[in-house]
């Protein structure tokens, strides 16, 4: 009689072993990672190839570099892999169980209630205080588009898109003092995350430096949001801003409201997602455009052609068809999510390795992106690959800084129009030049941001 337990024991020692990228005890590849940066991912993937163990200190990960492999992750085998490791337990004490991290019954029914509120009606209106906001803040750029004051874009567009979350998400009335409490106070914690994920697994009360400091910033930030949703109830109005449709949709199959804390929950992660992404995604689309005077070029005569002057609406957006594979192709180079962990609930196998229960499965999104395999010219600044029929040719999840599958970002088209938008507007009226001997290097923190700013002057047009 075949013993099957032996067999599968059998098979499973004649599968591949995966490489790793260190064998140091402790602190794994951390050294090298924060010393090379994105270039540690680089050459992991080109010394490791496609799939490999990415060690981190206490954080160990099955790496997957292509688009196949992301597939089996988060759409074939979807229902394997959970939201459940140090990383999603460590942004978790920031959203909360908002949509990006909650699972199960209750993520499909927020979904459910959120999803539909997203409509082509109510992202005109949300279009409209973008451009409001985007007024607002671009009006600070006029005292310094001499061409010789140097400005740093990438603090800019931060500035820029706060205001406009801001103003789309709780309207008008929130106070200037509230606005820049919540956007200092979330500025840190986001750079405070990274370190957050490795020393999640420390106790309360060993001291850990920035954590008591990361905890006051989301109080701080709470204590504003849930003013903001006490004044809502108190007004019982249907408003345009974000919060508002939160506070008022109703579970068709339940006829229930969401609770506070749930308003809150969802409420902070889509000001993440409408703020950090798209301020990280424009930095790095105005640093290319200033190194590539012909590709700004292309952009302005399609903004002019287009607008002829005028501000953009929603309905402009579908034209400005080059505009939007720049900010693409920006975040094709640079995806401001550049990794996404699940950790496996059953056995499983990808590209014939045997995967653990209880392993945590990241798609590299970075690497993705400029896998060689899948891209010509990886490594290069061009927009035109994002025409659709050479999209077409791509596999379907080749380009991914929003996700894939059922758990897509929620709030993919309010970033793109937001982003297509700004750069619109800003590029209708300056000219943007690198300054010499400025470099820009990508930092890896919660999002691929850019270390130590995009330096430019501004010349008006």
């Known amino acids: 009689m075949i013993n099957t337990e032996q067999l599968s024991i059998n098979q499973q020692r004649r599968q591949p072993t995966l490489s790793s990228t260190s064998h140091l005890p402790l602190i794994g590849s951390i050294p090298q990672m924060m010393r090379q940066q994105?270039?540690?991912?680089?050459?992991?993937?080109?010394?490791?190839?496609?799939?490999?163990?990415?060690?981190?200190?206490?954080?160990?990960?099955?790496?997957?570099?292509?688009?196949?492999?992301?597939?089996?992750?988060?759409?074939?085998?979807?229902?394997?892999?959970?939201?459940?490791?140090?990383?999603?337990?460590?942004?978790?004490?920031?959203?909360?169980?908002?949509?990006?991290?909650s699972q199960g019954d209750f993520w499909l029914r927020q979904r459910r209630m959120i999803q539909p509120q997203?409509?082509?009606?109510?992202?005109?209106?949300?279009?409209?205080?973008?451009?409001?906001?985007?007024?607002?803040?671009?009006?600070?750029?006029?005292?310094?588009?001499?061409?010789?004051?140097?400005?740093?874009?990438?603090?800019?567009?931060?500035?820029?898109?706060?205001?406009?979350?801001?103003?789309?998400?709780?309207?008008?009335d929130l106070a200037d003092e509230d606005s820049d409490t919540v956007a200092d106070e979330m500025n840190y914690a986001l750079n405070y995350m990274v370190f957050g994920m490795i020393a999640h697994s420390i106790p309360d009360w060993v001291p850990v430096p920035g954590r008591k400091r990361y905890l006051g910033s989301i109080a701080a930030i709470?204590?504003?949001?849930?003013?903001?949703?006490?004044?809502?109830?108190q007004e019982k109005t249907e408003g345009a801003d974000l919060v508002s449709i939160l506070y008022n949709m109703v579970d068709a199959e339940t006829g229930e409201r969401m609770t506070g804390q749930q308003l809150r929950d969802e409420a902070v992660s889509m000001f993440i997602a409408g703020y950090e992404t798209t301020a990280v995604s424009l930095a790095w689309a105005f640093h290319f455009l200033s190194q590539r005077p012909e590709i700004e070029r292309k952009l302005v005569d399609e903004v002019d052609s287009v607008l002829n002057g005028r501000v953009p609406t929603f309905a402009d957006l579908p034209k400005l068809t080059y505009t939007k594979m720049v900010l693409q192709e920006a975040m094709r180079l640079y995806p401001p999510a550049f990794w996404l962990p699940r950790t496996a609930i059953e056995d499983d196998e990808i590209d014939g390795y045997h995967i653990p229960a209880g392993s945590t499965v990241g798609a590299v999104i970075y690497n993705i992106h400029r896998n060689p395999a899948i891209w010509e010219e990886p490594d290069e600044f061009i927009p035109e690959r994002f025409t659709p029929d050479k999209m077409e040719q791509r596999h379907k999840l080749a380009w991914m800084p929003?996700?894939?599958?059922?758990?897509?970002?929620?709030?993919?088209?309010?970033?793109?129009?937001e982003g297509q938008l700004i750069?619109?507007?800003?590029?209708?009226?300056?000219?943007?030049?690198?300054?010499?001997?400025?470099?820009?290097?990508?930092?890896?923190?919660?999002?691929?941001?850019v270390k130590d700013g995009v330096w430019v002057t501004l010349e008006r047009r």
Request: proline content about 4%.
């Open 38 to 101: 994105t270039a540690f991912l680089t050459e992991a993937h080109r010394k490791h190839g496609d799939i490999f163990n990415m060690s981190l200190g206490p954080l160990s990960f099955v790496a997957l570099n292509h688009p196949e492999q992301a597939q089996h992750l988060f759409i074939d085998n979807a229902r394997n892999y959970t939201k459940d490791s140090a990383f999603w337990e460590s942004i978790r004490t920031l959203l909360g169980n908002g949509l990006p991290l």
């Open 402 to 417: 929003f996700g894939a599958g059922q758990r897509m970002c929620i709030a993919k088209e309010f970033a793109l129009m």
């Open 423 to 449: 750069l619109a507007q800003a590029m209708q009226r300056y000219r943007i030049t690198p300054i010499p001997g400025r470099t820009v290097q990508p930092a890896l923190t919660t999002s691929l941001r």
């Open 222 to 233: 709470d204590d504003v949001v849930f003013r903001v949703i006490e004044q809502r109830h």
């Open 118 to 172: 997203f409509h082509r009606q109510r992202l005109v209106d949300m279009g409209n205080l973008m451009n409001e906001a985007i007024h607002k803040s671009m009006a600070s750029w006029e005292s310094i588009a001499n061409g010789e004051t140097p400005f740093d874009i990438a603090h800019e567009m931060t500035q820029v898109t706060m205001s406009v979350i801001v103003r789309t998400m709780f309207g008008t």
